[in-house]
Protein backbone atom coordinates (compact mmCIF):
# COMPACT_ATOMS: atom_id res chain seq x y z
CA UNK A 1 0.00 0.00 0.00
CA UNK A 2 3.05 2.18 1.42
CA UNK A 3 4.63 1.66 -2.49
CA UNK A 4 1.34 2.19 -4.32
CA UNK A 5 0.44 5.59 -2.35
CA UNK A 6 4.81 6.89 -3.07
CA UNK A 7 3.69 6.01 -6.79
CA UNK A 8 0.90 8.00 -6.89
CA UNK A 9 2.20 11.26 -5.45
CA UNK A 10 5.35 10.68 -7.53
CA UNK A 11 3.20 10.59 -10.90
CA UNK A 12 1.07 13.47 -9.26
CA UNK A 13 4.61 15.66 -8.72
CA UNK A 14 5.44 14.72 -12.33
CA UNK A 15 2.34 16.25 -13.37
CA UNK A 16 2.38 19.08 -11.43
CA UNK A 17 6.06 19.86 -12.48
CA UNK A 18 5.34 19.24 -16.30
CA UNK A 19 4.76 23.05 -17.02
CA UNK A 20 7.79 24.22 -15.75
CA UNK A 21 10.24 21.49 -17.28
CA UNK A 22 8.13 22.85 -20.42
CA UNK A 23 9.20 26.28 -19.85
CA UNK A 24 12.15 25.40 -19.43
CA UNK A 25 13.76 23.54 -21.99
CA UNK A 26 11.59 25.57 -24.21
CA UNK A 27 14.86 26.38 -26.12
CA UNK A 28 16.69 22.88 -25.65
CA UNK A 29 16.57 22.62 -29.41
CA UNK A 30 19.20 25.32 -30.07
CA UNK A 31 22.82 24.89 -30.31
CA UNK A 32 22.25 20.82 -30.42
CA UNK A 33 20.35 17.83 -31.58
CA UNK A 34 18.95 18.35 -35.09
CA UNK A 35 20.30 21.71 -35.80
CA UNK A 36 23.79 19.98 -36.48
CA UNK A 37 22.15 18.44 -39.41
CA UNK A 38 20.72 21.21 -40.65
CA UNK A 39 24.49 22.62 -40.85
CA UNK A 40 24.94 19.52 -42.95
CA UNK A 41 22.04 20.06 -44.98
CA UNK A 42 23.15 23.61 -45.76
CA UNK A 43 26.47 22.33 -46.61
CA UNK A 44 25.73 19.97 -48.96
CA UNK A 45 22.98 23.08 -50.95
CA UNK A 46 26.33 25.35 -50.71
CA UNK A 47 28.75 22.61 -51.98
CA UNK A 48 26.46 22.47 -55.57
CA UNK A 49 24.92 25.28 -55.72
CA UNK A 50 27.81 28.13 -54.88
CA UNK A 51 30.36 25.51 -55.45
CA UNK A 52 29.41 23.76 -58.70
CA UNK A 53 26.78 26.07 -60.69
CA UNK A 54 28.43 29.49 -59.80
CA UNK A 55 32.14 29.42 -58.67
CA UNK A 56 33.08 26.62 -60.64
CA UNK A 57 31.48 28.58 -63.74
CA UNK A 58 35.51 29.79 -64.84
CA UNK A 59 36.37 26.16 -66.48
CA UNK A 60 32.95 26.42 -68.14
CA UNK A 61 33.50 29.99 -69.31
CA UNK A 62 36.80 28.68 -71.55
CA UNK A 63 34.51 25.64 -73.03
CA UNK A 64 31.39 27.89 -73.89
CA UNK A 65 34.21 30.58 -75.38
CA UNK A 66 35.66 28.16 -77.78
CA UNK A 67 32.26 26.23 -78.56
CA UNK A 68 30.33 29.39 -79.54
CA UNK A 69 33.36 32.03 -80.26
CA UNK A 70 31.93 34.38 -78.14
CA UNK A 71 33.02 37.73 -76.92
CA UNK A 72 33.78 37.74 -73.11
CA UNK A 73 31.60 39.94 -71.74
CA UNK A 74 28.99 38.21 -73.77
CA UNK A 75 30.68 34.87 -72.20
CA UNK A 76 30.65 35.91 -68.58
CA UNK A 77 26.85 37.43 -68.78
CA UNK A 78 26.01 33.99 -68.25
CA UNK A 79 27.13 33.59 -65.10
CA UNK A 80 26.28 37.07 -64.12
CA UNK A 81 22.95 36.29 -64.76
CA UNK A 82 22.61 32.81 -63.03
CA UNK A 83 24.28 34.52 -59.63
CA UNK A 84 21.83 37.60 -59.84
CA UNK A 85 18.86 35.43 -60.41
CA UNK A 86 19.87 33.31 -57.15
CA UNK A 87 20.46 36.43 -55.04
CA UNK A 88 18.08 38.65 -56.65
CA UNK A 89 15.60 36.26 -56.14
CA UNK A 90 16.22 35.76 -52.37
CA UNK A 91 13.12 37.64 -50.83
CA UNK A 92 10.61 35.75 -53.09
CA UNK A 93 12.96 32.39 -52.14
CA UNK A 94 12.41 33.18 -48.60
CA UNK A 95 9.03 34.09 -48.16
CA UNK A 96 8.04 30.90 -50.11
CA UNK A 97 9.94 28.98 -47.30
CA UNK A 98 8.07 30.67 -44.19
CA UNK A 99 4.57 29.97 -46.59
CA UNK A 100 5.57 25.98 -47.71
CA UNK A 101 8.66 25.23 -45.66
CA UNK A 102 11.83 25.32 -46.39
CA UNK A 103 12.39 21.14 -47.06
CA UNK A 104 10.11 22.22 -49.95
CA UNK A 105 11.31 25.11 -52.05
CA UNK A 106 14.95 23.73 -51.78
CA UNK A 107 14.17 20.30 -53.08
CA UNK A 108 12.25 22.57 -55.94
CA UNK A 109 15.27 24.32 -56.58
CA UNK A 110 17.27 21.41 -56.77
CA UNK A 111 14.74 19.79 -59.51
CA UNK A 112 15.40 23.46 -61.25
CA UNK A 113 18.98 22.94 -61.14
CA UNK A 114 19.14 19.64 -62.43
CA UNK A 115 16.65 20.56 -65.43
CA UNK A 116 18.79 24.01 -66.60
CA UNK A 117 21.70 21.67 -66.74
CA UNK A 118 20.24 18.90 -69.07
CA UNK A 119 18.78 21.64 -71.07
CA UNK A 120 22.25 23.57 -71.48
CA UNK A 121 23.44 20.31 -73.14
CA UNK A 122 21.34 20.72 -76.83
CA UNK A 123 21.69 24.56 -77.81
CA UNK A 124 24.07 25.71 -80.34
CA UNK A 125 23.80 29.41 -80.08
CA UNK A 126 25.09 30.90 -76.95
CA UNK A 127 21.66 32.64 -76.29
CA UNK A 128 19.89 29.81 -75.39
CA UNK A 129 22.39 29.35 -72.36
CA UNK A 130 21.09 32.38 -70.73
CA UNK A 131 18.07 30.63 -70.64
CA UNK A 132 19.07 26.91 -69.46
CA UNK A 133 22.43 28.06 -67.44
CA UNK A 134 21.44 31.96 -67.01
CA UNK A 135 17.71 31.98 -65.55
CA UNK A 136 16.77 28.37 -65.21
CA UNK A 137 19.86 27.66 -62.75
CA UNK A 138 19.41 30.60 -61.08
CA UNK A 139 16.18 30.33 -60.03
CA UNK A 140 16.67 26.62 -59.18
CA UNK A 141 20.10 28.36 -56.70
CA UNK A 142 17.72 31.40 -55.87
CA UNK A 143 15.24 28.53 -54.44
CA UNK A 144 17.79 26.35 -52.54
CA UNK A 145 20.57 28.63 -51.36
CA UNK A 146 18.90 31.74 -48.81
CA UNK A 147 16.31 29.36 -47.28
CA UNK A 148 18.86 26.93 -46.30
CA UNK A 149 21.17 29.55 -45.06
CA UNK A 150 18.22 31.33 -42.82
CA UNK A 151 17.04 28.07 -41.11
CA UNK A 152 20.82 27.95 -39.73
CA UNK A 153 20.27 30.79 -38.16
CA UNK A 154 17.47 30.36 -36.59
CA UNK A 155 18.51 26.83 -35.04
CA UNK A 156 21.06 28.39 -33.40
CA UNK A 157 22.34 31.17 -30.69
CA UNK A 158 25.48 30.65 -29.02
CA UNK A 159 27.43 28.94 -31.86
CA UNK A 160 25.98 31.08 -34.94
CA UNK A 161 29.11 32.12 -36.24
CA UNK A 162 30.65 28.45 -36.44
CA UNK A 163 27.45 27.02 -37.43
CA UNK A 164 27.12 29.48 -40.31
CA UNK A 165 31.00 29.39 -41.46
CA UNK A 166 30.70 25.31 -41.15
CA UNK A 167 27.30 25.90 -43.49
CA UNK A 168 28.99 28.00 -46.16
CA UNK A 169 32.27 26.48 -45.97
CA UNK A 170 30.51 23.99 -48.42
CA UNK A 171 31.04 26.24 -51.62
CA UNK A 172 34.98 26.17 -50.85
CA UNK A 173 35.03 22.47 -50.88
CA UNK A 174 32.87 22.60 -53.80
CA UNK A 175 35.14 25.41 -55.11
CA UNK A 176 37.77 22.76 -54.35
CA UNK A 177 36.77 19.74 -55.93
CA UNK A 178 34.08 20.55 -58.92
CA UNK A 179 36.52 22.38 -61.03
CA UNK A 180 38.84 19.68 -61.60
CA UNK A 181 35.97 17.12 -61.72
CA UNK A 182 34.53 19.53 -64.68
CA UNK A 183 37.64 19.38 -66.48
CA UNK A 184 38.47 15.57 -66.25
CA UNK A 185 35.12 15.15 -67.34
CA UNK A 186 35.23 17.28 -70.68
CA UNK A 187 38.71 15.96 -71.24
CA UNK A 188 36.95 12.35 -70.42
CA UNK A 189 34.44 12.32 -72.87
CA UNK A 190 35.40 14.90 -75.01
CA UNK A 191 32.72 17.72 -75.12
CA UNK A 192 31.25 19.87 -72.35
CA UNK A 193 27.54 18.72 -72.86
CA UNK A 194 28.57 15.51 -71.62
CA UNK A 195 30.21 17.35 -68.66
CA UNK A 196 26.50 19.28 -68.27
CA UNK A 197 25.02 15.71 -67.92
CA UNK A 198 26.96 14.76 -65.04
CA UNK A 199 26.95 18.21 -63.29
CA UNK A 200 23.05 17.99 -63.74
CA UNK A 201 22.94 14.44 -61.96
CA UNK A 202 24.84 15.76 -59.15
CA UNK A 203 22.67 18.95 -58.14
CA UNK A 204 20.01 16.38 -57.74
CA UNK A 205 21.29 16.12 -54.47
CA UNK A 206 20.11 19.25 -53.19
CA UNK A 207 16.63 17.69 -52.63
CA UNK A 208 18.30 15.07 -50.60
CA UNK A 209 19.74 18.22 -48.45
CA UNK A 210 16.40 20.29 -48.46
CA UNK A 211 14.71 17.22 -46.57
CA UNK A 212 16.97 17.61 -43.42
CA UNK A 213 16.07 21.06 -43.40
CA UNK A 214 13.39 20.43 -41.06
CA UNK A 215 11.36 23.34 -39.73
CA UNK A 216 12.78 25.08 -35.89
CA UNK A 217 9.87 23.00 -33.30
CA UNK A 218 7.17 26.23 -32.60
CA UNK A 219 6.00 25.72 -28.73
CA UNK A 220 3.29 26.18 -26.55
CA UNK A 221 1.56 29.08 -24.60
CA UNK A 222 4.95 29.27 -22.25
CA UNK A 223 7.35 30.54 -25.88
CA UNK A 224 4.63 32.56 -26.49
CA UNK A 225 4.64 34.27 -23.00
CA UNK A 226 8.41 34.43 -22.96
CA UNK A 227 8.38 35.78 -26.54
CA UNK A 228 6.39 39.19 -25.33
CA UNK A 229 8.42 39.48 -22.79
CA UNK A 230 11.33 38.99 -24.92
CA UNK A 231 10.13 41.94 -27.17
CA UNK A 232 10.07 44.07 -24.53
CA UNK A 233 13.57 43.80 -23.11
CA UNK A 234 15.55 43.62 -26.55
CA UNK A 235 18.14 41.20 -25.13
CA UNK A 236 20.24 40.16 -27.74
CA UNK A 237 20.42 36.03 -26.80
CA UNK A 238 16.59 36.48 -26.25
CA UNK A 239 15.34 37.33 -29.04
CA UNK A 240 16.11 34.09 -30.87
CA UNK A 241 12.70 32.93 -29.58
CA UNK A 242 11.15 35.52 -31.82
CA UNK A 243 12.56 32.97 -34.57
CA UNK A 244 9.90 30.05 -34.65
CA UNK A 245 7.48 32.01 -34.09
CA UNK A 246 8.00 34.39 -37.10
CA UNK A 247 8.00 31.39 -39.33
CA UNK A 248 4.62 29.81 -38.12
CA UNK A 249 3.35 33.59 -38.54
CA UNK A 250 4.22 33.80 -41.99
CA UNK A 251 2.72 30.40 -42.77
CA UNK A 252 -0.56 31.92 -41.20
CA UNK A 253 -0.40 35.32 -43.22
CA UNK A 254 -3.47 35.95 -45.59
CA UNK A 255 -1.41 38.39 -47.35
CA UNK A 256 1.87 37.01 -49.41
CA UNK A 257 3.85 40.22 -49.44
CA UNK A 258 3.41 40.59 -45.15
CA UNK A 259 6.03 37.96 -45.31
CA UNK A 260 8.58 40.75 -45.88
CA UNK A 261 9.87 42.95 -43.97
CA UNK A 262 9.83 46.26 -46.33
CA UNK A 263 10.74 48.66 -42.95
CA UNK A 264 14.60 47.05 -43.15
CA UNK A 265 14.73 50.35 -46.20
CA UNK A 266 13.71 52.81 -43.69
CA UNK A 267 16.89 51.16 -40.90
CA UNK A 268 19.95 53.11 -41.75
CA UNK A 269 22.16 49.86 -40.50
CA UNK A 270 20.23 47.41 -43.05
CA UNK A 271 20.94 49.67 -45.49
CA UNK A 272 24.51 50.24 -44.81
CA UNK A 273 25.58 46.80 -45.10
CA UNK A 274 23.28 45.85 -47.86
CA UNK A 275 25.16 48.37 -50.09
CA UNK A 276 28.74 47.25 -48.89
CA UNK A 277 27.45 44.01 -49.09
CA UNK A 278 27.07 44.83 -52.86
CA UNK A 279 30.22 46.52 -53.40
CA UNK A 280 32.05 43.34 -52.42
CA UNK A 281 30.35 40.99 -54.27
CA UNK A 282 30.97 43.34 -57.36
CA UNK A 283 34.42 42.56 -57.32
CA UNK A 284 35.37 39.18 -55.68
CA UNK A 285 33.09 36.48 -57.36
CA UNK A 286 34.28 37.78 -60.58
CA UNK A 287 37.43 36.21 -59.65
CA UNK A 288 36.55 32.54 -60.37
CA UNK A 289 35.59 33.84 -63.66
CA UNK A 290 38.59 35.83 -64.92
CA UNK A 291 41.40 33.71 -63.14
CA UNK A 292 41.66 30.51 -65.07
CA UNK A 293 41.12 33.11 -68.36
CA UNK A 294 44.48 35.15 -67.00
CA UNK A 295 46.58 31.79 -66.29
CA UNK A 296 45.63 30.45 -69.59
CA UNK A 297 46.79 33.79 -70.99
CA UNK A 298 50.01 33.64 -69.05
CA UNK A 299 50.41 30.21 -70.84
CA UNK A 300 49.86 28.29 -67.66
CA UNK A 301 48.27 24.82 -69.16
CA UNK A 302 44.46 24.31 -68.46
CA UNK A 303 44.71 21.46 -65.50
CA UNK A 304 46.73 23.81 -63.87
CA UNK A 305 44.47 26.91 -64.43
CA UNK A 306 41.45 25.08 -63.32
CA UNK A 307 43.59 23.76 -59.40
CA UNK A 308 43.88 27.95 -59.17
CA UNK A 309 39.99 28.17 -58.50
CA UNK A 310 40.22 24.66 -56.69
CA UNK A 311 43.25 26.82 -54.21
CA UNK A 312 40.97 29.62 -54.10
CA UNK A 313 38.39 27.61 -53.22
CA UNK A 314 40.13 25.33 -50.12
CA UNK A 315 41.38 28.20 -48.46
CA UNK A 316 38.13 29.59 -49.02
CA UNK A 317 36.76 26.80 -46.43
CA UNK A 318 39.46 26.98 -44.33
CA UNK A 319 38.73 30.69 -43.84
CA UNK A 320 35.22 29.86 -43.77
CA UNK A 321 35.52 27.75 -40.02
CA UNK A 322 38.94 29.63 -38.67
CA UNK A 323 37.02 33.23 -38.78
CA UNK A 324 33.22 32.04 -37.94
CA UNK A 325 34.96 30.23 -34.75
CA UNK A 326 37.39 33.30 -34.10
CA UNK A 327 34.16 35.46 -34.14
CA UNK A 328 31.98 33.12 -31.31
CA UNK A 329 34.97 33.82 -29.46
CA UNK A 330 34.10 37.50 -29.17
CA UNK A 331 37.83 38.51 -28.72
CA UNK A 332 37.52 41.04 -31.67
CA UNK A 333 34.12 42.96 -32.54
CA UNK A 334 32.67 40.75 -35.28
CA UNK A 335 31.95 43.90 -37.92
CA UNK A 336 35.86 44.52 -37.45
CA UNK A 337 36.38 41.25 -38.53
CA UNK A 338 34.12 41.12 -41.57
CA UNK A 339 35.67 44.93 -42.59
CA UNK A 340 39.06 43.88 -42.29
CA UNK A 341 38.61 39.97 -44.14
CA UNK A 342 37.37 42.49 -47.23
CA UNK A 343 39.71 45.00 -47.21
CA UNK A 344 42.83 42.27 -47.50
CA UNK A 345 40.72 40.61 -50.17
CA UNK A 346 40.58 43.85 -52.30
CA UNK A 347 44.44 44.56 -51.63
CA UNK A 348 45.62 41.14 -52.83
CA UNK A 349 43.36 41.25 -56.11
CA UNK A 350 44.16 44.47 -57.18
CA UNK A 351 47.88 42.97 -57.12
CA UNK A 352 46.72 40.05 -58.67
CA UNK A 353 47.54 41.06 -62.64
CA UNK A 354 51.37 41.40 -61.87
CA UNK A 355 51.66 37.56 -61.28
CA UNK A 356 53.41 36.02 -64.12
CA UNK A 357 53.66 32.27 -62.80
CA UNK A 358 51.43 29.54 -60.99
CA UNK A 359 53.73 29.62 -57.51
CA UNK A 360 52.97 33.48 -57.42
CA UNK A 361 48.97 32.97 -58.71
CA UNK A 362 48.97 30.20 -55.80
CA UNK A 363 50.01 31.95 -53.03
CA UNK A 364 48.20 35.36 -54.04
CA UNK A 365 44.91 32.87 -54.49
CA UNK A 366 44.95 31.09 -51.03
CA UNK A 367 45.51 34.55 -49.27
CA UNK A 368 41.98 35.91 -51.57
CA UNK A 369 40.41 32.89 -50.32
CA UNK A 370 41.11 32.73 -46.54
CA UNK A 371 39.98 36.45 -45.80
CA UNK A 372 37.28 35.86 -48.69
CA UNK A 373 35.86 32.74 -46.63
CA UNK A 374 35.91 35.01 -43.46
CA UNK A 375 33.58 37.44 -44.92
CA UNK A 376 31.48 35.41 -46.68
CA UNK A 377 30.90 33.35 -43.03
CA UNK A 378 29.72 36.94 -41.78
CA UNK A 379 27.43 37.95 -43.48
CA UNK A 380 24.14 36.73 -42.25
CA UNK A 381 25.43 36.65 -38.14
CA UNK A 382 25.93 40.58 -38.99
CA UNK A 383 22.39 40.80 -40.10
CA UNK A 384 21.28 38.82 -37.24
CA UNK A 385 23.16 40.64 -34.72
CA UNK A 386 22.34 44.01 -35.77
CA UNK A 387 18.88 43.49 -36.57
CA UNK A 388 17.63 40.18 -34.73
CA UNK A 389 16.83 36.92 -35.79
CA UNK A 390 13.33 37.26 -35.73
CA UNK A 391 13.87 40.16 -39.25
CA UNK A 392 16.90 37.43 -40.50
CA UNK A 393 14.23 35.93 -43.28
CA UNK A 394 13.61 39.22 -44.65
CA UNK A 395 17.23 41.04 -44.14
CA UNK A 396 18.89 38.12 -45.64
CA UNK A 397 16.70 37.65 -48.74
CA UNK A 398 16.89 41.45 -49.22
CA UNK A 399 20.59 41.89 -48.95
CA UNK A 400 20.66 38.64 -51.36
CA UNK A 401 18.92 40.66 -53.82
CA UNK A 402 21.46 43.97 -53.31
CA UNK A 403 24.29 41.13 -53.82
CA UNK A 404 22.20 40.33 -57.10
CA UNK A 405 21.89 43.78 -58.52
CA UNK A 406 25.68 43.70 -58.10
CA UNK A 407 26.19 40.90 -60.67
CA UNK A 408 24.26 42.57 -63.20
CA UNK A 409 27.45 45.15 -63.26
CA UNK A 410 30.21 43.46 -61.96
CA UNK A 411 31.07 40.67 -64.08
CA UNK A 412 29.36 42.12 -67.76
CA UNK A 413 31.62 45.75 -66.88
CA UNK A 414 35.17 42.85 -66.07
CA UNK A 415 33.91 40.89 -69.82
CA UNK A 416 33.92 44.40 -71.48
CA UNK A 417 37.52 45.97 -69.70
CA UNK A 418 38.73 42.75 -70.97
CA UNK A 419 37.53 43.18 -74.27
CA UNK A 420 38.28 46.82 -74.79
CA UNK A 421 41.96 46.49 -73.31
CA UNK A 422 42.97 43.14 -74.12
CA UNK A 423 43.79 41.74 -70.73
CA UNK A 424 42.13 41.08 -67.60
CA UNK A 425 44.60 44.27 -65.54
CA UNK A 426 42.20 46.53 -65.44
CA UNK A 427 39.23 43.98 -64.68
CA UNK A 428 41.43 42.68 -61.58
CA UNK A 429 41.55 46.73 -60.60
CA UNK A 430 37.91 47.13 -60.93
CA UNK A 431 37.39 44.76 -58.52
CA UNK A 432 39.46 44.96 -55.91
CA UNK A 433 38.56 48.66 -55.31
CA UNK A 434 34.51 48.19 -54.97
CA UNK A 435 35.91 45.61 -52.17
CA UNK A 436 37.71 48.61 -50.80
CA UNK A 437 35.32 50.81 -51.13
CA UNK A 438 32.54 48.24 -49.21
CA UNK A 439 35.39 47.58 -46.65
CA UNK A 440 35.49 51.49 -45.90
CA UNK A 441 31.55 51.74 -46.14
CA UNK A 442 31.46 49.82 -42.47
CA UNK A 443 33.59 52.19 -41.09
CA UNK A 444 30.27 54.02 -40.33
CA UNK A 445 28.14 51.38 -38.65
CA UNK A 446 28.76 53.49 -35.04
CA UNK A 447 26.92 56.52 -37.12
CA UNK A 448 24.34 54.66 -38.18
CA UNK A 449 23.79 52.50 -35.26
CA UNK A 450 23.30 55.95 -33.42
CA UNK A 451 21.10 57.14 -35.38
CA UNK A 452 18.72 54.68 -35.12
CA UNK A 453 19.13 54.69 -31.22
CA UNK A 454 18.16 58.50 -31.48
CA UNK A 455 15.17 57.33 -33.59
CA UNK A 456 13.69 54.93 -31.27
CA UNK A 457 14.68 57.22 -28.48
CA UNK A 458 12.51 60.16 -30.32
CA UNK A 459 9.36 57.64 -31.07
CA UNK A 460 9.85 56.01 -27.29
CA UNK A 461 9.36 59.95 -26.14
CA UNK A 462 6.17 60.68 -28.59
CA UNK A 463 4.35 58.04 -29.03
CA UNK A 464 1.75 59.49 -31.22
CA UNK A 465 4.45 59.43 -34.09
Known amino acids: MTSDRQLEQMDLDARNAEPANKHEDVNDWRDRGWAWMTVLGCFIVNFLVVGTAVKSFGILYVEFQEKYGASSGATVSIVALTQSFCLILGPVANMLAMRFTSR???????????????????????IYIYFTYGAMIGIGASMAYSPSIVTVGQYFNKYRALANGLSVSGSGLGNFAIPPLIRHLVDHYGSVSNALLILGALTLHVCFAGAVLRPPPVH?????????????????????????????????????????????????????????VMLMFSGYPTLYVILPDQAKMLQIEKGRAAFLVSILGITDLIGRIFFGFLADLN??????IFAGCTALCGVAICILPWMRGFVEFAVLASIIGLFAGGFFTLIAVML????????????????????????????????????????????????????LLGSALLLLDPLAVRYEQRKLSAKAADPAN
Not at 104 to 126: D, E, Q, T
Not at 243 to 259: I, P, T
Not at 391 to 397: M, P, Q
Open 384 to 435: AEKLGVHRLHSAFGLVAMFMGFSFLFGAPISGVLRDVTGEWTASFLFSGIVM
Open 331 to 336: IVQKRY
Open 104 to 126: KVVALGGLLMFCGFILSMFPNRL
Open 220 to 276: GPHETHANSKVSKNKEPEDAESECARSCCAGVQSSGFLKLLDLTLFRNAVFLLYAFA
